[in-house]
């Protein structure tokens, strides 16, 4: 086996972080009032209902604890103390961020997998599976809440979960503008303006961010441009119209590739020396534009429905180049649809129920291509010229009924019909156009009951993923989709407990058992990655999560995912046998601690974030080690004029400089590895009036 790759310099332990914190905020006057723990309201289940009512595991986050003193650069800030949630690739934007919940989504090469995103009710999730987050605006993000587990009931085409992401309205602006300003290690800039507002019956918000960052690593600079503007008007009756506009310009996002284990050994901050020759990276534009109708009063319950498009177009330079090697891709995209739901209450056999009925159909169109470069980037032949598209359709329903005072039923039901086709232009020597079809059905059935404000749930639920365009690529060469490749399928089950901690806390508890029948695997041929379906795994573990109000002006968070992920049975193409072994790309072990201590003056956090062991690949022969970072935040407000405020804030990441594994190409080796960045500062001022 080959040996673990582990931290030359460890981070310190929990204890020590609490120590250091509780001096950080020794400057900030003391009066802060003591935080309420309000009820919690959710909106992922398509139906908002207090949580207690929800049986699934759901974990909101909005305000301080997304935006304050962070440099809001990925997804990810903020969200560390969820659990269930494993982030890798932070730090390379040409690939994107990687998020796995439940061991779904580690898969991705790029992009996210296994999970559907939402941007204020539209989808940021292809037809075909895959989502991108790099044109949201993270400094317009307000709230975010995290679902997970099988999703498919109400969502369609996810076995991870969903992530819901909320962004501000003009109703949220206390201050307007705000001017913020940043710099930080590895030549990071940033710039962001916000501004928003009410006017008669209309509320405004606007956004536009500006970022540049070399990278602390060669080949791995990023510059792109963010705008995103909504207006919501208020109509008699409770009805509403938001209208959301939204744009992305990204001209470089260098990609350093992946390292061997003596490459990053001898120096973490090189590049792939195929990246480096290649110029690898890509360029990105994208333009979206939605509206969301809300009506509560025209009909006895409520009618939303939303449509939305959005055109995406990408180039992108892959870092790897050998005789006859496609390396080279892009494409022009155009993805639109609409969905229409409608919720309401009512009694049936004196007890309340209430149900929500609806309809999804969304379409992507991609045109596509694919060239062989050589290394003196001269382009040598082009392999693909074909239109790509995608159709979606859903039909969905869900019932909650109040079997008693404290105990409640909830039934969800879903069809879905997934067309992939593919019109091939280059048709010499081979007319590779073709089509698949993916009719799948989907049900979730859960139970909750409450008692001194605690809330136990059980669920079963099953739903299915199907494989992108990119993933359904014939390993057998040419062009057109791998025949033998299925969507997989997951059954969930999962045992669930929340509810407060007096008046200081609350906590959340969850066991789930997952198997899923014919899991799409990542395999390496010729330098690409292909995908294969293993015959079954299994994911069974405990996620925990709790949040702390110890005094006024702190509040503690914690989470911790245990898990085990394995094949059950795999025979690969090649004959080897992987069953029992353990999913790669995926620790056993990982959690996250945050301290933070605010006053009027100011505020002070720190975290603590352990990843554990995980394999390389499906033979478990490379092992990854464990690794332990420290981060700091910390801030000072003052009071101008009127109603304006001036904060600087700053913070340091990997505090102890330790050694570690951003993120791991699964099955890709030798060159497994991206390497995370040591030490780093950044500093910044918002301006507010």
Same mark, same amino acid.
């Given at each position: ?18 120590? &250091? ?15 309420? @723990? ?15 009512? /929800?049986?699934?595991?759901?974990? !909101? ?12 650069? /990925? ?41 559907? @995103? ?7 999730? @292809?037809? =075909? ?13 307000? &709230? ?41 290690? %590895? ?8 501004? +928003? +507002?009410?006017?008669? !019956? ?5 956004? $536009?961010? &500006? ?123 155009? *993805? ?52 790509? /598209? ?35 232009? @280059? ?21 909750? #009951? ?13 739903? *299915? ?32 407990? !929340?509810?407060?901690?007096? !008046? ?23 330098? #690409? ?14 996620? $925990? ?71 390389? =690949? ?49 099955? /890709? ?19 507010? %009036?």
């Amino acid at each position: 086996m080959v040996s673990a790759y582990r931290s030359r310099r460890r981070g310190p332990a929990p204890g020590t972080l609490l120590a &250091a914190l509780a001096g950080l905020p020794a400057a900030l006057p003391a009066g802060a009032e003591t935080p309420v @723990l309000e009820p919690v309201t959710v909106t992922a289940p398509r139906l908002e209902r207090p949580l207690a009512e /929800t049986p699934a595991a759901i974990t !909101r986050v909005e305000g301080a604890a997304l935006a304050e003193g962070r440099p809001g650069l /990925t997804l990810d800030e903020g969200l560390e103390t969820v659990p269930g949630l494993f982030f890798q690739n932070r730090h390379n934007f040409a690939q994107g961020l990687r998020i796995s919940s439940r061991g779904f989504g580690a898969r991705a090469a790029f992009g996210i997998r296994g999970l559907r @995103l939402r941007l204020d009710g539209l989808p940021l999730t @292809l037809p =075909d599976g895959q989502s991108q987050v790099d044109a949201v605006d993270l400094d317009a993000v307000t &709230a975010v809440e995290v679902r997970r587990g099988p999703a498919s009931v109400l969502y369609g085409n996810a076995t991870g979960g969903v992530i819901d992401l909320r962004t501000a309205e003009g109703f949220d602006m206390a201050r307007s503008p705000v001017v913020r300003l940043q710099a930080g290690s %590895f030549g990071r800039r940033k710039a962001n303006l916000r501004a +928003g +507002g009410v006017g008669d !019956r209309w509320a405004y918000h606007a956004s $536009a961010t &500006a970022l540049a960052v070399d990278g602390h690593r060669e080949q791995s600079a990023v510059a792109k441009r963010l705008g995103r503007f909504s207006a919501t008007r208020a109509f008699p009756g409770g009805r509403e119209l938001r209208l959301i506009a939204g744009a992305l310009a990204t001209p470089l996002a260098e990609d350093p590739g992946g390292l061997t284990r003596d490459q990053m050994a001898a120096d973490p901050t090189q590049a792939d020396a195929d990246a480096r020759t290649l110029d690898a990276g890509q360029t990105v534009d994208q333009q979206d534009l939605g509206a969301i109708w809300r009506d509560p009063a025209s009909l006895p319950g409520e009618l939303t429905a939303r449509a939305f498009v959005s055109r995406r177009d990408f180039q992108q330079q892959l870092p790897f180049v050998f005789p006859g090697a496609e390396n080279r891709v892009g494409y022009d995209r155009w *993805f639109y649809g609409g969905r229409v739901a409608y919720t309401d209450e009512a009694r049936w056999g004196g007890r309340a129920v209430d149900y929500l009925v609806g309809v999804d159909a969304d379409r992507q169109r991609d045109d596509r291509v694919r060239h062989v470069v050589a290394a003196d980037r001269t382009v040598q032949a082009q392999t693909v010229d074909e239109r790509q /598209t995608a159709t979606a359709a859903g039909v969905f329903g869900r019932l909650g009924v109040a079997l008693t005072g404290a105990t409640g039923l909830t039934l969800g039901v879903r069809a879905d019909r997934l067309r992939l086709a593919i019109d091939d232009r @280059l048709t010499d020597p081979v007319d590779d156009s073709g089509a698949r079809t993916f009719d799948e059905f989907s049900y979730g059935l859960g139970l909750t #009951r409450t008692f001194g404000g605690h809330t136990a749930y059980a669920n079963v639920t099953t739903a *299915f993923e199907s494989p992108t365009f990119v993933e359904l690529a014939d390993p057998a060469g040419g062009g057109g989709f791998n025949p033998d490749l299925a969507p997989q399928r997951a059954v969930n089950r999962e045992l669930g407990l !929340r509810g407060p901690l007096g !008046r200081v806390g609350r906590y959340e508890l969850a066991l789930f058992s997952v198997r899923v029948r014919d899991e799409l695997v990542p395999f390496e041929r010729a330098g #690409r990655t292909f995908y294969e379906n293993a015959a079954s795994t299994r994911r069974d573990g405990v996620e $925990a999560g709790l949040t702390l109000v110890p005094a006024a002006g702190w509040t503690v968070k914690a989470a911790v995912t245990a898990a085990d992920y394995r094949f059950a049975e795999f025979t690969d193409r090649a004959g080897n046998d992987f069953g029992g072994n353990a999913i790669a790309g995926l620790p056993a072990v990982h959690g996250d601690l945050a301290v933070r201590r605010s006053g009027p003056r100011g505020f002070a956090a720190a975290a603590v974030r352990y990843v554990g062991e995980r394999y390389a =690949d499906n033979a478990n022969r490379v092992r990854v080690g464990a690794h332990t970072l420290v981060d700091l935040r910390f801030g000072w407000h003052w009071a101008l004029a009127g109603a304006g405020r001036l904060t600087l804030f700053g913070g340091v990441d990997n505090v102890t400089d330790a050694d570690y594994v951003a993120n791991v190409r699964v099955n /890709t080796g030798p060159g497994y590895f991206e390497p995370g960045p040591g030490r780093a500062y950044f500093a910044g001022v918002a301006l507010g %009036f």
